[in-house]
């Protein structure tokens, strides 16, 4: 079955920090750019980062950059967000996306991408 799991969200203090992983099976990462979107309560999903699958070259949301990391690891298979300084406005439920491509660039377009978790939620309360 191919899926993509999140893992690693939860209640966090202000100022703190989280990494979520997200594992693929059934499939290989390797083909893959990837993504995190973010939704949180009454808003859109957005789109806050991307890693490519040639170089691994990042992008991210002005909303995230500089306090959020982006990194995978095809040997595992899995996809990371290291999360630094999380303010309340990051509470949210975090997806992470794959989108079939082998290139140097990403997206975090939605409409791109081939597969989807189903989400963790992280909370940023004191």
């Known amino acids: 079955q191919l899926q993509l799991v999140e893992s690693g969200g939860g209640l966090v203090q202000p100022g703190g920090s989280l990494r979520l992983s997200c594992a693929a099976t059934?499939?290989?990462?390797?083909?893959?750019?990837l993504a995190w979107f973010r939704q949180a309560p009454g808003k859109e999903r957005e789109g806050i980062s991307c890693?490519?699958?040639?170089?691994?070259?990042?992008d991210y949301a002005d909303s995230v950059k500089g306090r959020f990391t982006i990194s995978r690891d095809d040997g595992k298979n899995t996809v990371y967000l290291q999360m630094n300084s999380l303010s309340p406005e990051d509470t949210a439920t975090y997806y992470c996306?794959?989108?079939?491509?082998?290139?140097?660039?990403?997206?975090?377009?939605?409409?791109?991408?081939?597969?989807w978790g189903k989400g963790t939620l992280v909370t940023v309360s004191s």
């Open positions: 996306a794959a989108e079939r491509t082998i290139d140097y660039h990403c997206s975090t377009s939605e409409s791109s991408m081939n597969y």
């Open positions: 059934g499939f290989t990462l390797r083909y893959y750019s």
């Open positions: 890693i490519s699958s040639r170089d691994g070259i990042t």
